[in-house]
């Protein structure tokens, strides 16, 4: 099957973000996985994704905050 794009999972539980990614992966998406917003924000504005997955409970900043800055800037 054809790759459907990236999607970044940003998740501070690296359980969690394994089963995500592991899910995804098995629908043809590739993933990056970034435990931080900080990471996150840097892997969306590197390149293009499909999709973004943003955890509950980051523990560098609110993920509100990160949502509008990735509207911003990614």
Do not use: W
Not at 15 to 35: G, N, W, Y
Not at 43 to 58: F, K, N, P, W, Y
Not at 67 to 74: K, S, V
């Amino acid at each position: 099957m054809q790759n459907r794009g990236k999607v970044i999972i940003i998740e501070a539980s690296a359980e969690e973000a394994k089963l995500l990614a592991d899910a995804l992966t098995d629908e043809s998406f590739t993933t990056v996985v970034c435990p931080t917003a900080a990471e996150g924000l840097a892997a969306a504005t590197e390149s293009r994704a499909v999709g973004v997955r943003i955890d509950c409970g980051l523990p560098d900043r609110p993920r509100v905050d990160l949502f509008r800055d990735l509207q911003t800037h990614a």
